[in-house]
């Protein structure tokens, strides 16, 4: 029963979430409105604003006001830095849709994903110091993972673990934040906010390693299986292969890091990789860092809120899309 209250109160709070989120797009003119909701609109997982509402409950008293600004916060930061990415990447979609960038081109799309920075920024404001520096901090962190995965890694520098350090800063970062903001709206301990920052930051590694992983193995998902691969975008995977350097697979690195823009090269190279050993330890290193996420979260009371979140890190853990 505590479960289902739970969920019904989380369902309520992501409604009015949603609606608070789209009303925080609006912009002076209709246009700008219109590419502000574009990705908004595609819909989402809107996962970090579910880390916020449950965070929350491991402090006090919550002013519902002040956990619904934190949200935004969080769902404003991580659709902005979308924008952002998509001209980075070249991306022709976003969430099954055609991306901003392809529709209005690079200046618009970085410009709305600014807008969107600003609209954010606004919202922290209201909650007070504390808040700004951590939105701050965390946009720090977003900037520099994405610089150093433009950048690549150095030579001489370990290339997987390069590529975790990328993902701990663009991805883990603000997943940290929103868990982090949760507690503090709720006036959590500092032992808590700890806890809750560091589950955060691992589980943003599950969660982007999970991807990693269905990339290759889904055939449901609104990605088109093997896009990272065929865009030679890094993943554990491919990263782990290269690591191991074993000669028996210089045939599968080879056709991997070949010419994969006919169909069929593509699903030669992504049915070979299936079938590799490499996936099941691939899959082992994902279920690695969930232990280690629900260790940080060892020392916080038991109570539906924290069996919430260990269901996360299963879920991420065995999410198919």
């Given at each position: 029963?505590?479960?289902?209250?739970?969920?019904?109160?989380?369902a309520?709070?992501?409604?009015?979430?949603?609606?608070?989120?789209?009303?925080?797009?609006?912009?002076?003119?209709?246009?700008?409105?219109?590419?502000?909701?574009?990705?908004?609109?595609?819909?989402?997982?809107?996962?970090?604003?579910?880390?916020?509402?449950?965070?929350?409950?491991f402090?006090?008293?919550?002013?519902?006001?002040?956990?619904?600004?934190?949200?935004?916060?969080?769902?404003?930061?991580?659709?902005?830095?979308?924008?952002?990415?998509?001209?980075?990447?070249?991306?022709?979609?976003?969430?099954?849709?055609?991306?901003a960038?392809?529709?209005?081109g690079?200046?618009?799309?970085?410009?709305?994903?600014?807008?969107?920075?600003?609209?954010?920024?606004?919202?922290?404001?209201e909650?007070?110091?504390?808040?700004?520096?951590?939105?701050?901090?965390?946009?720090?962190?977003?900037?520099?993972?994405?610089?150093?995965?433009?950048?690549?890694?150095?030579?001489?520098?370990?290339?997987l673990?390069?590529?975790?350090?990328v993902?701990a800063?663009?991805?883990?970062?603000?997943?940290?934040?929103?868990?982090?903001?949760?507690?503090?709206?709720?006036?959590?301990?500092?032992e808590?906010?700890?806890?809750?920052?560091?589950?955060?930051?691992?589980?943003?590694?599950?969660f982007?390693?999970?991807?990693?992983?269905?990339?290759?193995?889904?055939?449901?998902?609104?990605?088109?299986?093997?896009?990272?691969?065929?865009?030679?975008?890094?993943?554990?995977?491919?990263?782990?292969?290269?690591?191991?350097?074993?000669?028996?697979?210089?045939?599968?690195?080879?056709?991997?890091?070949?010419?994969?823009?006919?169909?069929?090269?593509?699903?030669?190279?992504?049915?070979?990789?299936?079938?590799?050993?490499?996936?099941?330890?691939?899959?082992?290193e994902?279920?690695?860092?969930?232990?280690?996420?629900?260790?940080?979260?060892?020392?916080?009371?038991?109570?539906?809120?924290?069996?919430?979140?260990?269901?996360?890190c299963?879920?991420?853990?065995d999410?198919?899309?």
């Open positions: 029963m505590a479960e289902a209250a739970l969920e019904a109160d989380l309520a709070l992501l409604e009015t979430f949603e609606q608070q989120l789209v009303e925080s797009a609006v912009a002076g003119s209709p246009f700008v409105t219109e590419a502000a909701r574009h990705i908004i609109d595609a819909g989402g997982k809107r996962f970090r604003p579910l880390l916020v509402f449950l965070s929350s409950r402090g006090g008293d919550t002013d519902r006001d002040d956990l619904m600004r934190a949200a935004l916060v969080m769902e404003l930061t991580h659709v902005a830095s979308l924008y952002h990415d998509d001209v980075m990447d070249a991306a022709d979609l976003r969430r099954g849709a055609p991306s960038n392809r529709l209005w690079n200046s618009v799309a970085i410009l709305v994903g600014d807008f969107l920075f600003a609209r954010a920024s606004t919202t922290v404001a909650l007070g110091v504390e808040y700004v520096m951590l939105q701050a901090e965390t946009f720090s962190r977003l900037v520099q993972g994405q610089i150093a995965e433009t950048k690549g890694h150095a030579a001489g520098e370990d290339p673990a390069h590529y975790l350090q993902i800063d663009k991805t883990g970062s603000l997943i940290a934040a929103s868990a982090r903001f949760g507690g503090m709206v709720s006036g959590a301990s500092p808590t906010l700890a806890a809750l920052s560091a589950f955060g930051e691992e589980v943003g590694l599950v982007q390693l999970s991807d990693d992983l269905i990339d290759i193995t889904s055939t449901s998902t609104g990605k088109t299986p093997g896009t990272d691969l065929r865009e030679g975008v890094p993943t554990l995977p491919v990263l782990m292969l290269r690591a191991e350097a074993d000669p028996a697979d210089a045939d599968l690195l080879a056709l991997i890091e070949g010419d994969l823009d006919s169909d069929e090269a593509l699903a030669e190279a992504l049915a070979a990789l299936r079938a590799h050993p490499v996936m099941a330890r691939a899959k082992a994902v279920e690695r860092h969930a232990e280690i996420a629900r260790g940080h979260l060892a020392g916080l009371p038991e109570g539906e809120a924290k069996d919430a979140l260990l269901r996360v299963a879920e991420l853990v999410r198919t899309n």
